[in-house]
């Protein structure tokens, strides 16, 4: 036995160091300036051969007239997703990088039955929203926040880095092509669901890394989730059964979070819930609900001054999802309700609701994602206990989510003027 | 705040009920006698349409001179597995069940890009291996058990359940057709390897469980990994990367287990070792190398009678899996190492390896799996301590790891007539 030199834990730290490489824009070091900013300053940047690079896109036009626009509703009652006339993909390959991007009629992908991401689950992907505002116009949501953390999942899923700046590009690029037709001006507040993916695609069986990728986005008719009657019923997870842990990766959007949590969701929906409230430890901290994040509105107990506090789970462990939604709900009710409540990110456990709801201090729940949007949340089942959560005098949603959720939507449909809103201009 | 009725964990429960109900011959409720017998006793099993059924087989048959057999040395250093002239293609759909299984010319899948395996990860796979034996038979090494922990990882990741014995009928098939030529009786000692895969294919976005399936089945040259020179030199995993938890889905094969390994693995690989020993919990317990099982042989302390023991993770936590390698070296070594050696199946940490290294109690360890098959370990090395373990006086290998290694070649390649070698009958 000898000693040698001390180990780090260059997972993370390795991780982060490649984030910020990638997220840089080339020409300029200033990584700060521009992840907040993505694509709107990075016109500037210099690609080498290999990076990924939107300018190169090739552009293969659908028929126009091949395919009708459906009714929003059938489309979201189809038992395919319906998605619109084009697709972006991108391969890669550690000998040579990034090819040029294409832009080209929606169809199948050919895949080796060998292919990495069909056993070892070498994927991920991002959740986005294209909306047709109010006034006409077409918007994006804090795109530069996708492109980021699908920056941060492809690491850790050993897929290949790229400058966010290129993702945001492409995506604007393919809801520019199809905006028009698929999310026409004569259906001001639709939105359309942007889902890019990465995936290994190397033919080759073994536990390894991918030397091939794909890097496809879609653009597709997605239901809206985010006022089911009566509010979301949760079923907090069997004993057996935890999505996530510390040292794993509940953070990532890696299809590895995903497949593994069916059974138990499946099992609560037949039982009557809508979703699974994940518990974690023996603590049983709240972490998400379904794929969502998760907030409780309540009041501290008196002994702690009774203050009205929104809480939700804390980022810093890494178990939970950085959702866009969820941060924008912080940063909203950290402004507009300064004052009114405060907001909380902490620990806090299964019991603490309970406790909460026995002395009668719980005032709302509600999930907060891309696909759910801001739901409220109706019910909590844990081992035997209905916890009941107050839905507003409407029955359909406490007064604060309703709130929040008419201050995000504004942004999103153009009826308030913000930053987070990123008009993007038909083609 | 009601009361209402407790909770069970129905999840492990089940699953383990659902796996009773597909591994029984339909006309036969004795899963007990089937079980460890597979497809040999099941002959007169009926099915159900939309049960897979073996029986209902369609055969296209490739260009039998369309592709060489490669070298083998040649193949396994390919960039592209090189699978065989055929594979074996079964879909399904939860309105019809299983199609007719089709065996036909290997070639790549068209999937949806919004195939659910594709964000999900809804995939689940099962490697063992084709063997040319010394006497020129075509050999598959317990290949019950193989269709048995498949059928377990694809209801624990909410795909088809599936009748056992029928999965095995297509794997015979498969290597019984490609036998002869891809692994001519002029290759004794000879194997292929053998990737039966199940897949979610509904081209549906959202989580959920997939309505439609696609198993399928290759067979491929794979390198052979058990005698790296100077042995397998593990790495212990770094503190922020976790394998597998419990309450999570380390003992099924799920995509889902890879692909967030491989981040670890290739910093792992980076510093010069083939893979990681994964730590587990606060204790720091050792469960998994790399993708293998992990044995390792050392004295107990004179205080508890200094005895060879074997000892190996335990399955009861479901952190691990259940590996027919691992499981065949515990039986083996059980009957023929008898008075020689205790094989223990206990928890045991990281410490205990440091402290028996320190006492120089530690005589041999080995990786266990149908990759890497019975591979040696050289050295362990753990935030900074290197522990070296001895290797035999060949330096390839310690005793006791050369000779179960033998026993289960002898078996495999039929030196010696065992159960657990199965033949296969060429076509």
């Known amino acids: 036995m000898t000693q040698t030199s001390q180990v780090e834990d260059l997972t993370s730290a390795g991780l982060e160091h490649r984030i910020a490489e990638q997220s840089a824009p080339l020409t300029n070091g200033s990584s700060k300036t521009n992840e907040t900013n993505g694509v709107h300053t990075n016109g500037i940047a210099k690609h080498q051969p290999g990076d990924l690079d939107a300018s190169q896109l090739k552009v293969t036009l659908a028929d126009p007239n091949a395919r009708q626009v459906p009714d929003e509703a059938a489309a979201c009652a189809s038992f395919e997703t319906v998605c619109t006339d084009h697709m972006i993909t991108v391969s890669w390959s550690a000998a040579s990088g990034w090819a040029a991007p294409e832009l080209k009629p929606y169809g199948p992908l050919s895949l080796m039955p060998t292919a990495s991401v069909l056993h070892y689950a070498t994927e991920c992907f ?24 699908m920056l941060m999942s492809t690491l850790r899923i050993s897929l290949p880095g790229f400058q966010t700046a290129e993702l945001e590009k492409l995506i604007t690029k393919l809801v520019a092509v199809d905006g028009a ?7 001001p507040g ?57 040292g794993g990766f509940g953070y990532a959007k890696v299809g590895a ?28 901290y709240c972490t998400e609900a379904g794929a969502s994040n998760f907030f409780m509105l309540w009041r501290a107990k008196d002994s702690e001054g009774g203050k009205l506090q929104l809480v939700t789970a804390p980022l810093d462990d890494r178990l939970i999802l950085d959702g866009v939604t969820r941060r924008s709900v912080v940063e909203l009710a950290k402004v507009r309700l300064a004052g009114e409540l405060d907001v909380v990110e902490r620990k806090y456990t299964i019991d603490e609701v309970l406790e909460a709801s026995k002395e009668g201090r719980i005032v709302e729940a509600f999930a907060a994602g891309t696909a759910y949007f801001i739901c409220p949340i109706s019910l909590i089942h844990h081992r035997g ?33 913000h930053e987070w809103g990123v008009v993007v201009n038909d083609e």
Request: aromatic share 10%; net charge positive.
């Open 190 to 246: 639709s939105f359309l669901y942007i889902r890019p993916s990465v995936i290994g695609t190397q033919a080759a069986l073994g536990v390894q890394a991918p030397k091939e990728a794909l890097l496809f986005i879609t653009l597709s008719f997605m239901p809206r989730m985010d006022s089911p009657p009566g509010g979301m019923r949760l079923h907090t997870n069997p004993e057996d059964m935890v999505r996530a842990w510390v």
């Open 126 to 149: 991002e959740g986005l929203k294209a909306f047709r505002g109010f006034d006409g116009k077409l918007r994006l949501f804090r795109p530069n926040l996708n492109a980021k953390r």
């Open 257 to 284: 979070n995903y497949g593994p949590s069916l059974l138990a969701t499946n099992e609560a929906k037949a039982r009557g819930f809508q979703q699974i409230l994940w518990l974690y430890g023996s603590e049983g």
């Open 385 to 417: 206990v209905d916890v009941q959560i107050p839905m507003g005098k409407t029955g359909e949603s406490g007064n604060y989510t309703a709130k929040i959720k008419g201050w995000m939507k504004d942004i999103m449909y153009g009826n308030e003027q």
């Open 181 to 187: 037709k698929w999310l026409p001006k004569s259906r």
